[in-house]
């Protein structure tokens, strides 16, 4: 069975530091296009960043662009998402997602998702 389990969220201050943790069971991440997205209370879902099976192609979402980083490690079928400076409006529940294609605007229709991890930032 195909399986998303994101790790890492938590409280966090302003200024602060996370790294996210998206682990695959069910199928091999080396193949795959993974995307992070994330949904903030009372907004939609926007995405944050994207990497190419490969691993050499990557993008992020203009708000986040010098502060995250996406990163895989397919050794151990898990793919990263390092946050850095950390603001109160990156406070959201953010998701993991796999099963699509890789664009230079970002994951695109991504099949299998994950059930989320929480990140709130705030003094």
């Known amino acids: 069975q195909l399986q998303l389990v994101e790790s890492g969220g938590g409280l966090v201050q302003p200024g602060g530091s996370l790294r996210l943790s998206c682990a695959a069971s069910?199928?091999?991440?080396?193949?795959?296009?993974i995307g992070w997205f994330r949904q903030a209370p009372g907004k939609e879902r926007e995405g944050v960043s994207c990497?190419?099976?490969?691993?050499?192609?990557?993008n992020y979402a203009d708000s986040v662009k010098g502060r995250f980083t996406i990163s895989r490690d397919n050794a151990k079928n898990t793919v990263y998402l390092q946050m850095n400076s950390l603001k109160p409006e990156d406070t959201a529940v953010y998701y993991c997602?796999?099963?699509?294609?890789?664009?230079?605007?970002?994951?695109?229709?991504?099949?299998?998702w994950g059930k989320g991890t929480l990140v709130t930032v705030s003094s």
């Open positions: 997602a796999a099963g699509g294609y890789y664009s230079t605007y970002g994951c695109r229709a991504m099949g299998y």
């Open positions: 069910g199928f091999t991440l080396a193949y795959a296009v």
């Open positions: 990497i190419s099976s490969s691993g050499g192609s990557t």
